[in-house]
């Protein structure tokens, strides 16, 4: 009796053994690494009626680009402006720990997001930045990166969206096969702030796989300099004024 006891413990040991290498494991991570280049066609509109607060709305009302837009000085886009853009090529490096984004807009230097991978918490009051404090962690094979802490100087869009320090960006990045564009990138983006937007601002964009794009070298500060010695020197060669009372 024993036995038979001992075998049937070894045979249903064996068998439990092979039906648990036979289950599938849960995908646990996706390799983003590679370069993408954004979708503008798919790339979804805000609504037609954005739900901002009164703050925010004379905030936008009242919008001028050429004072109050810092990429007309070539600086950053900043996050989440950097991932809502639908022209430059978004560059992804990936290790188990750390996830880096690379995007290279034509303004005064590429624009970096590091995004830590290994469970650390965001810290309560992160320093203000262009490109804020991420962390992120997989759900499945998508990955969840929660960022804060983002200059409340630095627009969500180009006509004016503002924010303020109390912005929370979360983005959801997973990959799927399209039959018709092949690998694609998705980034759901969900913009919390209560003293901005009355409900959270929620939109899509879409990255192909571009593994051959490079990025071209910015021209932003070039053209500044050339505008600056062009205004000098037509500065220098303007005819002199006649002092006044001169005949």
């Keep these: 009796m024993k036995a038979f006891t001992a075998t049937a413990a070894l045979l249903l040991a064996g068998c439990l053994s092979i039906t648990q ?44 680009a050429s004072a109050s837009d810092s990429t007309t000085l070539c600086m950053p886009f900043g ?70 802490g983002m200059r409340d100087d630095a627009i969500v869009s180009g006509n004016g ?31 919390h702030d209560a003293q901005a937007y009355r409900e959270p601002l929620k939109t899509r964009r879409y990255y192909s796989w571009a593994p051959d794009a490079r990025p071209r070298d910015p021209t932003c500060v070039d053209a500044l300099w050339i505008d600056k010695l062009w205004r000098e020197r037509l500065q220098e060669h303007r005819p002199a004024q006649p002092a006044e009372g001169a005949k």
């Design 161 to 191: 969206i503002p924010h303020s320090s109390q912005l929370r960006v979360i983005e959801r990045l997973r990959v799927v096969n399209d039959p018709q564009r092949g690998k694609v990138l998705i980034d759901d983006i969900e913009l």
């Design 21 to 64: 290498a036979a289950t599938p494991r849960a995908v646990t991570s996706v390799d983003l690494s590679g370069t993408w280049l954004p979708d503008a066609r798919r790339a979804e509109a805000w609504p037609a009626t954005l739900p901002l607060t009164p703050q925010a709305r004379s905030f936008m009302e009242e919008f001028d």
């Design 79 to 148: 996050t989440p402006r950097n991932m809502l853009q639908t022209e430059y090529p978004l560059e992804i490096v990936q290790t188990p720990q750390r996830l880096v984004m690379v995007i290279q807009p034509n303004l005064a230097n590429a624009e970096v997001r590091r995004i830590p991978l290994d469970g650390r918490e965001l810290p309560a009051s992160p320093e203000p930045s262009w490109f804020g404090t991420s962390r992120g962690h997989w759900e499945g094979s998508t990955l969840i990166v929660e960022t804060t």
